[in-house]
Nanobody, 116 residues
Framework: QVQFVESGGGLVQPGGPLRLSCSASGFTFSSAAMSWYRQAPEKERELVASITSTGGHTTYADSVKGRFTISRDNAKNTVYLQMNSLKPEDTAVYYC?????????WGRGTQVTVSS
């Protein structure tokens, strides 16, 4: 079955960097677009960034443009989210997600806390 293992979350000071990883299995990773979402306390889950199956096209939420970079390594079945210049408002649980054969699949999430 489709499974994700997210890692890289943690506590970071404002302005610092963090890199999230999402290792996937159970589907043809190289044929699937991938996304990162986040959900802050008492807020709805929101799309942060997406990347096409080949990595040739990426999209970002306005709030993270210029600070976050999504990338993927199809040989490792892994998608990454490089986060720079982090702000307290980036604090959230971050989830990787894909849509595969008409169904959405989510990881369990990794907590990112930006605080001094």
């Amino acid at each position: 079955q489709v499974q994700f293992v997210e890692s890289g979350g943690g506590l970071v000071q404002p302005g610092g960097p963090l890199r999230l990883s999402c290792s996937a299995s159970g589907f043809t990773f190289s044929s699937a677009a991938m996304s990162w979402y986040r959900q802050a306390p008492e807020k709805e889950r929101e799309l942060v960034a997406s990347i096409t199956s080949t990595g040739g096209h990426t999209t970002y939420a306005d709030s993270v443009k210029g600070r976050f970079t999504i990338s993927r390594d199809n040989a490792k079945n892994t998608v990454y989210l490089q986060m720079n210049s982090l702000k307290p408002e980036d604090t959230a649980v971050y989830y990787c997600k894909t849509r595969w054969i008409y169904s959405d699949y989510w990881g369990r999430g990794t907590q990112v806390t930006v605080s001094s």
